[in-house]
């Protein structure tokens, strides 16, 4: 219970004693001083154990004038502006200021040099070319050092501060809104100003919505600065500033309605949590935060608090909520399954050991953005990317040494012509989306840029995920490659040929005859031989790549950095003899050994059953699970005596399982008629009819449309008797 829980408690009193009068001075009061005691706690909530260290170089390093000698006051950096330093400098020390167990709890001499670096802001009043950090990141600092140091402003010097917190006002939408309106929230406190409070909690309220492009998404993914898939970037930051939002706002008059809660711990546990692996986040969901220096782990260990306070409203999915905090809190295995966001054309695969996703964009998705100088590679970050991770530091710091060229998943033209920063673009596919039971599932990416088609798809199953390519060409004779992982090196790769293993020395290698390799606790099984259209050429590369921070984010240092990374791509060729109609296939089996990888080249559950521009499809028969993609109305053999038959594009599962059979199906373009599934063996249950003539069951499909088209539907049938007479 909150130690200011006696507020509370008079304010449940006034508002039941004279919640049909007219509101008085005292009721008012009563809520803005929770609220007040509400951020006090937040703040002291988020103290680190070092501040005192923190605060002690703060305040060796400050000037007469209220300026800090190492905060450059002068510079023009759109992003992370750096003068904004002195800001939170400030709210530090007043935190510090009002923290019992620390050491400058109420030190006078703190307080005068809060106040005299809040005057030296207040005169110089210095601005950033990026209205954020004016606009929210200083009027933040500010308006909650105010909170903290209320009582130790004098009338001249809260006019001039409140001034600069005042820019906060409650405008726009999504997580630019929420935190704007918390700041306006705060100052609406510091005037007594109820009217203000309530407007920024209206504004936080109507815009708390699933919406059809941007912000939250009906399969509770997050679109921010058009329809790009953000979850990990404003997405993120919007929950956590729900979460803040729930919190200061507790106990008051003022707090968000049920169905708004409600919507935002379905969005937590629904979209944001899949997202999070051990300590870190998915880099596909970041957005041009990839070019940050530690952002997946920053982000991650900052969201914490915030979900925790989420959790703390004991309504609905709270449950839940708390056991997912707790799981975060204790890097316990959070999530185990498979999920589509058809909304965000990003498919998610996780076990408790290990973490897969796949990015693609369309005609409704934009791939990436290059904004504030952040982001100037991220051309490919969406063809396709394929994250995986077993430790979670895979990728960790390796983005200004990446080719960026040949990112992990990709197809791509190649060559040393420079990236074009063309952020935010879609292309004219429509055949991109998945199909999942919430365990396993498969996605698909029609492919085609610049010239450049090929039909990708994904199948992930419990231990492995295949992925397959085909139907590749190119308009121009140029160099194509499909990169299968580029990571930081992290010990000794292996290769086995078939006949034996060894390993790979430093270096650049043709690998073409191999079966497996190993590096780092993931394996990858090439199941079929090098032909004509298949893998013409595999390529190894674990050596050092040199790159810098400032060809990615132009905020950063250009100082040249020196990494080992391991790389692995399929060359295609450059000559339309060579990649015309090409296709390529591989499995990756995650935290695994070359002694397991030894065993699996002869225990493979895995068989393709096609690979063509027709229908790529593959079965794994340690499961009785077939995943299909159909290009076109097709039949396809799933075993000697079963044959499935579709009457339009789709993706289709098939699980097996006794006398019962899981069927889900979807289709990412709008169908004109139902899809009709039909499989040669008798079958009973929902939108089932044998068919006497044909031998076959037709299953009957009414896949979702609107703004649910590219979900899946799931039926469960079983296996029936026919007798003569049907």
């Not at 400030?90 to 030190?107: E, I, L, P």
């Not at 990141?137 to 600069?164: A, G, Q, Y």
């Not at 050092?544 to 060359?571: A, C, K, M």
Request: proline share 4%.
């Amino acid at each position: 219970m909150k130690p200011h829980i006696f507020f509370i408690i008079i304010s449940m009193f006034l508002r039941s004693s004279i919640f049909s009068q007219s509101e008085d001075e005292e009721t008012k009061d009563a809520d803005i001083h929770i609220i007040k005691q509400n951020m006090k706690e937040f703040v002291l909530r988020e103290i680190s154990s070092s501040i005192d260290d923190a605060i002690a170089k703060y305040f060796t390093k400050i000037k007469e004038d209220g300026s800090w000698e190492d905060v450059d006051y002068k510079t023009k950096r759109r992003a992370n502006w750096p003068t904004t330093l002195h800001t939170y400098r400030m709210r530090q020390m007043a935190t510090a200021f009002n923290f019992s167990r620390s050491r400058f709890y109420k030190n006078p001499d703190i307080r005068d040099t809060i106040l005299r670096a809040g005057d030296f802001w207040a005169v110089k009043d210095l601005q950033c070319p990026n209205w954020y950090p004016n606009i929210i990141t200083v009027p933040r600092d500010i308006s909650m050092t105010m909170i903290l140091m209320e009582d130790h402003l004098s009338r001249n010097r809260f006019d001039s501060w409140i001034k600069i917190a005042q820019r906060g006002t409650a405008e726009t939408s999504g997580a630019n809104l929420a935190e704007r309106a918390i700041i306006q929230i705060l100052t609406g406190c510091l005037e007594k100003n109820i009217e203000k409070i309530e407007d920024a909690v209206n504004k936080v309220s109507s815009d708390t919505k699933i919406k059809e492009s941007i912000e939250i998404q009906s399969d509770m993914s997050y679109h921010y600065h058009g329809t790009q898939y953000y979850a990990g970037g404003y997405g993120l930051v919007h929950a956590r500033m729900f979460g803040k939002l729930l919190f200061i706002l507790e106990g008051t008059r003022f707090q968000l309605p049920d169905d708004k809660i409600q919507l935002i711990q379905d969005y937590v546990l629904d979209g944001e949590r899949w997202i999070f692996y051990k300590n870190m986040v998915d880099y596909s969901a970041m957005g041009r935060g990839i070019s940050r220096i530690g952002q997946s782990l920053e982000i991650s260990t900052g969201a914490v608090p915030y979900i925790g306070m989420i959790a703390e409203i004991p309504k609905f999915r709270y449950r839940e909520l708390r056991d997912f905090y707790d799981r975060l809190q204790n890097h316990k295995p959070i999530i185990s399954g498979n999920k589509h966001f058809w909304k965000s054309d990003i498919m998610i695969h996780r076990r408790d050991n290990y973490y897969a996703s796949v990015r693609m964009y369309s005609k409704d998705v934009a791939n990436a953005e290059v904004c504030n100088d952040e982001g100037k590679m991220a051309k490919h970050l969406a063809d396709g990317v394929t994250f995986f991770m077993n430790h979670a530091n895979e990728y960790e710091s390796v983005f200004p040494v990446w080719d960026w060229r040949r990112l992990p998943g990709i197809t791509v033209k190649y060559s040393q012509e420079p990236l074009p920063n063309n952020p935010r673009i879609k292309i004219g596919s429509t055949f991109v989306g998945g199909v999942s039971d919430g365990s396993c599932g498969a996605a698909v990416f029609d492919f085609n840029r610049e010239g450049l088609s090929a039909k990708k798809a994904w199948f992930f199953f419990d231990d492995e995920f295949v992925c397959l390519g085909s139907d590749i060409n190119c308009a121009s004779e140029t160099l194509l490659l499909t990169s299968i992982n580029q990571c930081n090196l992290n010990g000794d790769v292996f290769l086995n040929d078939g006949n034996k293993t060894m390993k790979k020395e430093k270096g650049v290698h043709d690998v073409k005859d191999a079966l497996w390799i190993y590096h780092d606790r993931i394996g990858y099984f090439f199941p079929e031989k090098s032909s004509d259209k298949l893998n013409r050429k595999i390529i190894l590369r674990n050596d050092e790549q040199t790159g810098n921070w400032n060809r990615i984010n132009g905020n950063l240092s250009d100082n040249e950095i020196n990494s080992d990374v391991f790389s692995l791509w399929i060359d295609h060729g450059s000559k339309k003899s060579d990649f015309e109609n090409s296709r390529y296939s591989y499995v990756v089996i995650p935290d695994t050994t070359p002694e397991k990888m030894e065993l699996y080249k002869t225990n493979n559950p895995i068989r393709i059953l096609d690979n063509s521009e027709r229908i790529q499809a593959v079965q794994n028969a340690s499961n009785n699970l077939t995943l299909a993609i159909f290009h076109q109305p097709a039949s396809l053999p799933i075993s000697n005596d079963v044959r499935v038959s579709v009457n339009g594009k789709c993706l289709i599962m098939i699980r097996m399982e006794g006398e019962s059979c899981i069927i889900a199906a979807s289709n990412p373009e709008p169908m004109e008629s139902p899809l009709i599934i039909d499989i040669n063996i008798p079958l009973t249950g929902e939108n089932c009819r044998w068919d006497e003539k044909s031998k076959t069951t037709k299953i009957r499909f009414d896949l979702p449309t609107g703004d649910y088209t590219g979900k899946n539907v799931i039926l469960i049938v079983k296996r029936k008797t026919v007798t003569l007479s049907e």
